[in-house]
């Protein structure tokens, strides 16, 4: 999705006052030395955060590379966090490579580069994964407490699912006993109808292939079917990492957070029976500007992200010996799979016209129609601006005497976790493609859950404000191919159903020529783009295995090292399969407890 001129006058024209909760310059640090060191105040960093300086007397210190979050409407009200990327001072700014499984095309990658991290500019919606992603991964790493039978505990930690700012009646649709209802990052269902929202319905009681599901959180509870989004937002405002787990914490004397402070390097602070050290960190506001360094008394956690993680451990002399000497950064701990296994979901936007003048294109063509929903949404936090991008998805798998399982293993988690998931917006909705001017469209976008392609995150500079080199490699597989193909027959078929007879015109552009195998792949190739979702790329494994099967001990400890863990998205040996910033969530706050032990 584009951003409208319009859009980006009314956000620069609605900051609020900034709350001063973060300190913006080194100058402003008080000591140079505290307990924990926290690179990242994303996701995982600002809930460790959180829960570290529960510990009486325990001081913290956040790193965060960007800015501060406070007064940016479009970080807050749900529907515009599309607007925060690309290409933004709230945005890396990354790309990918150009993709070979895709024409060659290269696009933006945005990751969230303000308080909250990703959480404060993603697409909102909360799942934690299946029950199967979390024991495959406890099965991986060799450590039971990875298992859903111990992770869902922290559901309840985490979780306070609040009713929807409409308040209409969410009877059949979640379970309640699957929620957590006190605690920290607000959860809440669809908060604005949506007009295919009653079709939607109405087809999962039509197509005995697209059934209902009354709860998509996931873990214990089936994804498969289709359901109402769950989105991390409450009242009208989204709830980031930094609106629900630093909010909290603002107040506590142990914690500190500092913006504006890129970490250069981590620092050799001597050696142990357990490895090299490295409690101290390099950090500096910019380009040429003089570095501070700090320590650590305890451990140095890095948050950073499987993009931003892998290229402070390489410029800090751990990753592989030969690309680290290629570099000239003398080796420390030669970890060779940092920066491999690069996990991502493929995404495509399957766009339909449509009869009628309901869809939200209405609004988003008309600038007045914009304006006035901006400022419902600030006047009283209703309406479209105060819902996410979509209300309802689906989940799915493929047959399993589909053609590819007899020359491909399966690479789901287990027989209830889907291969792909589509999800239904009211409107054109394509990344990076501005709305047409006229015309009413219906979108269905699908992506493939349980991809099989690897790619890679490589620093081909010592410069740390260098881009890193980001290769998904995506729709390098058979079997990448194959879902991403069978997925766009699936919409065909549910869109197939009575509920849209007298609404769906056809596809549109592009789509309309997907109609053979070979047509279909080369649409797919044409058009398809990440879901942001990259994970991965500083695994975990077990304990004993040595650093050519992984980075990281099963408690997140970084082998050959002493005082260095990571707490992110890239620990995660398999991609979840669904949408995964709550699964990091919980992983942050399992991690919280494993530190903790170790301070005891």
């Not at 914490?249 to 050799?268: C, D, E, H, S, Y």
Request: glycine fraction near 10%.
């Amino acid at each position: 999705m584009q951003r409208p001129a319009l859009w980006s006058f009314v956000l620069a024209s609605l900051l609020a006052p900034t709350l001063g909760v973060t300190i913006t310059q080194s100058s402003q640090l008080t000591k140079t030395t505290f307990d924990y060191i926290i690179v990242g105040a994303g996701t995982a960093g600002l809930a460790l955060a959180n829960r570290l300086t529960e510990m009486s007397g325990v001081t913290v210190l956040v790193l965060e590379a960007g800015v501060s979050d406070q007064g940016v409407i479009a970080a807050e009200a749900p529907f515009l966090g599309p607007t925060l990327t690309p290409n933004t001072l709230f945005d890396w700014n990354y790309t990918v490579s150009p993709q070979t499984g895709l024409d060659g095309r290269s696009f933006p990658y945005p990751r969230g580069r303000l308080l909250g991290g990703s959480s404060s500019a993603n697409y909102l919606i909360h799942q934690y994964g299946t029950d199967e992603d979390w024991n495959r991964m406890a099965s991986v790493v060799g450590d039971p407490g990875w298992a859903w039978s111990n992770m869902q505990q922290y559901v309840r930690k985490h979780e306070k699912f609040v009713p929807p700012v409409d308040g209409h009646d969410t009877a059949g649709q979640f379970i309640p006993s699957l929620h957590g209802f006190n605690g920290v990052t607000s959860v809440s269902l669809p908060g604005f109808n949506s007009s295919i929202d009653t079709r939607v319905m109405a087809t999962t009681g039509q197509l005995a292939e697209f059934p209902y599901n009354e709860d998509t959180s996931g873990g214990s509870q089936s994804l498969l079917g289709v359901g109402f989004v769950q989105s991390a937002a409450g009242g009208g405002i989204r709830s980031s990492s930094s609106t629900s787990y630093l909010a909290q914490a603002n107040t506590r004397p142990g914690l500190t957070v500092l913006i504006n402070a890129t970490v250069l390097k981590l620092l050799k602070t001597g050696t142990t029976a357990k490895g090299i050290q490295f409690l101290s960190v390099q950090f500096a506001s910019g380009p040429g500007v003089k570095p501070t360094t700090i320590t650590a008394r305890k451990e140095v956690i890095l948050s950073a992200g499987s993009i931003g993680t892998v290229q402070i451990l390489t410029l800090s002399g751990i990753g592989s010996s030969a690309a680290l000497s290629k570099l000239g950064i003398k080796t420390l701990i030669n970890s060779p799979q940092v920066g491999a296994n690069l996990q991502d979901h493929p995404v495509l936007s399957n766009v339909f016209s449509v009869n009628g003048n309901t869809s939200f294109d209405s609004t988003l063509q008309n600038p007045a129609l914009i304006d006035a929903a901006v400022n419902q949404w600030v006047t009283n936090k209703t309406g479209l601006i105060a819902n996410n991008v979509v209300n309802n998805f689906g989940f799915a798998r493929f047959p399993s005497n589909a053609t590819i399982f007899s020359t491909h293993q399966d690479p789901a988690a287990g027989p209830k976790s889907p291969h792909w998931e589509f999800l239904l917006t009211n409107f054109f909705l394509i990344t990076g493609v501005a709305e047409p001017a006229s015309g009413s469209f219906f979108t269905i976008v699908t992506a493939l859950l349980t991809p099989t392609s690897r790619g890679t995150v490589t620093i081909t500079s010592t410069d740390p404000f260098a881009k890193p080199v980001i290769d998904p490699k995506f729709l390098t597989t058979a079997f990448d191919v194959f879902g991403m193909r069978e997925a766009v027959k699936a919409i065909f078929r549910f869109v197939s159903a009575p509920a849209w007879a007298d609404y769906i015109i056809g596809p549109f552009d592009a789509l309309a020529k997907a109609t053979t195998d070979g047509a279909i792949d080369a649409y797919v190739r044409g058009l398809a783009a990440s879901i942001f979702h990259p994970f991965g790329t500083v695994t975990m494994t077990t304990t004993g295995a040595s650093t050519s099967k992984g980075v990281l001990n099963p408690d997140l400890t970084v082998k050959g090292a002493d005082g260095l863990r990571v707490v992110d998205a890239s620990v995660f040996p398999f991609i979840p399969s669904s949408h995964p910033h709550a699964a990091v969530y919980l992983l942050a706050e399992r991690a919280s407890d494993l530190i903790k032990a170790c301070d005891e």
